[in-house]
């Protein structure tokens, strides 16, 4: 299916990406903008830009809470927009608040196994609540608090270990389709 035929099924439809943190959201979403000639906004580096500091700061100096509610902010503000591919942070779904927002567009779950996410952020120190002894252990229970919460998403995109951003971009624009409404004017009655 063409990019024009999607974009014209989206109707501008925001496209809001959630999943635990290394599962390619700020990769994969710029090239979904990309093919839709939509915008791109990864929520954590505007938190950032709020702030004028870094999450890890944020979470060292001001405490998850304080982290959670500008976030909560920013996605507010995001949600308001239209054509946009929006990267969230990891725990975006841990409050209820969040979902009213993000039920504004829909919601693409990137969902990478615990195998996969352990490769993906092993040595990584820019994310706060990595930063401890068993990094498999601490996945390990992040995925399983917040995965029935990601199964509250429009589609959940299973990702594989061999699958590049690219080719995950392809795969998510051939199915958007199929999750959106026909849209039936009242002509055709």
């Not at 990584?124 to 992040?142: A, F, M």
Request: charged share 20%; aromatic share 6%.
């Amino acid at each position: 299916m063409g990019q024009n035929l999607i974009k014209e099924q989206l109707q501008g439809v925001n496209l809001f990406l959630i999943g635990m943190m290394g599962s390619g959201k700020s990769t994969v979403g710029p090239l979904l903008a990309e093919q839709l000639g939509y915008r791109f906004f990864d929520a954590d580096v505007l938190i950032e830009r709020v702030a004028g500091k870094a999450i890890a700061d944020i979470f060292a100096e001001d405490g998850e809470d304080t982290f959670r509610d500008l976030e909560t902010e920013v996605l507010g503000h995001l949600a308001a927009q239209t054509r946009s591919v929006i990267a969230t942070g990891g725990g975006v779904v841990l409050r209820r608040q969040n979902w009213s927002y993000l039920h504004h567009g829909l919601v693409i779950w990137l969902d990478g196994s615990l195998e996969l996410l352990l490769t993906r952020l092993q040595g990584d120190e820019g994310r706060p609540l990595l930063q401890v002894e068993n990094l498999e252990e601490r996945l390990g229970d992040l995925i399983t608090q917040r995965q029935p919460l990601y199964a509250q998403a429009d589609l959940r995109f299973p990702l594989q270990a061999d699958q590049d951003p690219p080719a995950i971009a392809a795969e998510l624009l051939a199915i958007i389709p199929g999750l959106l409404k026909p849209q039936c004017s009242a002509e055709q009655n």
